[in-house]
């Protein structure tokens, strides 16, 4: 108990500090009724750049945490009414907000409290009967959920990023995937706010959970999509969508097939004229970008008991992209004129293959827990680009042919265990472990025309990634009462091996302990405090150790320093959760 005084006597001083830098709202409706859950924004005027987020309680009250932020916008949004914007200079600490109903939602059922379930370091969303997935795709969906944003298709979690995202398993390394499921193919969906020590030390940000759902009743069902998008500028979106869902018996499948095309030219023209000078330039450039995607999403699930599942999921991308630019001066002086062209046109394939087997295994009393991943990712990317310049004076013309061919191939393996075992009603433990293997190859090719045609240049070059990691941890959870602890201990090592045409062969070694402890207290279900501390590794940076030349463009290159270690960082975290106050000090 004096532990406990002593921390709240700490933190009545940075509590008041906060709530003197604080912006503090309430979000009703037209008859000033408070709505829950009501995503809130913190932008930053100059770019409108997200700060942080957050959500309304049942009161309809926020606050957020304004410090180092002068002038900001605050914008609240939810699925039922329409988004809102207010601009808040810093003489502002109070903000109310007044929202009208989306006439598209207006007869949709509001999200309610059951569909959200709090866990202990989680959240689960049930999508099963939930408003929010109807006509949404899975990243619209995920939007909406508490502590999530969605800005620009790029997801944020309580004002901070998103690590990792996985469905059924499988980790997604191309988040454009989201774009292409539907929301209604969800079960449900798991929120870490930060992710725990059976990730990878370098994972700092939140972790995303998808379970997709199964039929089960048997049958199949599909709801096949067309769109087609007419922009400014000729701009153009094509996109089919056929997701199909399928059980047979123990049997569950489910494949989603995306096809799209898109073309976007981007024109730019300036002209500068200077009287004083007798100068007249015309600057004209056209960019014109043309790409089309497959995207094949599989899942396969077979229940062997009612405790026991194995799953295949896989998923292939290729897209094949088109790029002409070109860009044309002109200088105009006295008796004197000057004029250049530039014009590049090229292609690009970039294909993934990934496939992830996983099983799951419960024992009868439910005690034990197990799973285990094993995944293959293979990632292709090619580019191609031909450039010709021209520059045209009164003395003598000058021409240039260049092309390049650059290129990188990539091979991830990854295994993980994961192991929980329930002591007694208060306590269990939690331990796994973790492999990978990865491979990656990059090429680069330059060459020049000249009469006798294309002559390859020194710059070009090949070298290679080679990374093995291994780690296993070990976490214990103790609760009685209104108290937590949890505390445990991840031990990882990675090595890195740098190889290339130049060099016989860079290898670096990184061992560490990662330690984990927090200390909650649970006043009430929505009142809590919390201190934590953990040890995290920053990434990696493969490309910035490569001792190799790498040539950016046909006059710059870079070279890589292989003395670089990754950054260690000790995160102590002080969080008070309560009805008005949801914001970390």
């Not at 009250?61 to 304004?66: A, G, P, V, Y």
């Not at 049997?251 to 024109?267: A, C, K, Q, R, T």
């Not at 061919?405 to 075992?421: C, H, M, Q, R």
Request: proline share 3%; with cysteine.
């Amino acid at each position: 108990m004096r532990v406990l005084l002593l921390i709240i006597f700490f933190l009545i001083p940075k509590l008041l500090q906060a709530q003197n830098d604080s912006i503090v709202g309430k979000v009703m409706d037209r008859n000033r009724t408070p709505i829950e859950f009501v995503t809130i924004s913190l932008l930053s005027a100059n770019d409108s750049s997200l700060v942080k987020g957050t959500i309304t309680d049942e009161k309809g009250e926020f606050i957020l945490s304004r410090k180092d932020v002068k002038n900001c916008i605050i914008r609240a949004s939810h699925i039922e009414y329409k988004t809102v914007f207010t601009s808040v200079p810093p003489s502002i600490k109070d903000v109310e907000f007044i929202l009208e109903p989306s006439i598209i939602s207006m007869n949709e059922v509001i999200v309610k409290s059951n569909f959200i379930r709090h866990e202990y370091n989680r959240i689960i969303v049930n999508m099963k009967g939930n408003p929010v997935v109807k006509g949404r795709t899975i990243n619209e969906a995920l939007g909406m959920l508490p502590g999530v944003i969605n800005m620009n298709d790029e997801l944020r979690l309580n004002g901070g990023t998103v690590s990792k995202i996985y469905i059924n398993g499988r980790e997604l390394h191309d988040r454009t995937e989201l774009s292409s499921l539907q929301a209604t193919d969800i079960e449900n969906v798991e929120i870490l706010p930060e992710a725990d020590l059976q990730h990878n030390a370098t994972t700092k940000g939140g972790i995303i959970y998808i379970h997709l759902k199964k039929n089960a009743d048997g049958g199949g069902n599909g709801s096949p999509s067309l769109l087609g998008q007419m922009r400014k500028r000729n701009s153009h979106r094509e996109r089919f969508g056929l997701p199909l869902s399928l059980r047979f018996g123990k049997w569950n499948f489910y494949n989603n097939l995306v096809l799209s095309n898109s073309g976007n030219p981007y024109i730019t023209e300036n002209i500068t004229h200077n009287s004083h000078l007798n100068t007249h330039i015309v600057n004209q450039n056209v960019d014109r970008n043309n790409i089309r995607r497959i995207n094949e999403t599989f899942s396969m699930l077979y229940d062997i008991t009612t405790l026991q599942s194995i799953g295949l999921n896989c998923m292939v991308k290729q897209a094949g992209s088109t790029l002409k630019s070109s860009s044309f001066s002109e200088i105009q002086e006295t008796e004197k004129e000057y004029t250049s062209s530039y014009h590049s046109k090229g292609k690009g394939d970039d294909k993934i293959y990934q496939a992830s087997l996983n099983y799951n295994w419960k024992s009868k009393n439910g005690k034990n827990t197990l799973q285990t991943v094993l995944d293959y990712l293979r990632s292709d990317e090619t580019k191609e680009l031909n450039h010709h310049y021209l520059y045209q004076y009164p003395e003598k013309n000058e021409e240039d042919n260049k092309c390049s061919n650059t290129g990188t191939v990539s091979d991830l393996w990854k295994a993980e265990i994961n192991y929980i075992f329930l002591l007694n009603e208060h306590s269990r433990l939690k331990w796994g472990g973790y492999y990978y293997n990865n491979h990656t190859d990059n090429q680069m090719y330059y060459a020049y025309q000249s009469e006798e045609g294309w002559q390859k240049e020194d710059k070009s070059g090949l070298f290679t990634y080679k990374g093995i990691g291994y780690a296993g941890y070990a976490e214990y959870v103790w609760q009685w009462k209104k108290f937590t602890l949890n505390g445990g201990i991840r031990v990882q090592e990675d090595e890195v091996k740098c190889i290339s045409n130049n060099i016989a062969g860079d290898k670096r070694t990184y061992r560490n302990l990662f330690p984990s402890i927090k200390l909650g207290y649970l006043f009430s279900e929505k009142n809590q405090a919390s201190l934590s501390y953990s040890k995290r590794m920053g990434n990696i940076p493969y490309k910035n150790m490569n001792p190799a030349i790498v040539y950016i463009s046909e006059y710059s290159y870079a070279k890589g320093n292989p003395d670089l270690v990754p950054t260690t960082e000790h995160r102590i975290r002080l969080l008070l959760s309560r009805k008005r106050l949801r914001d970390s000090i």
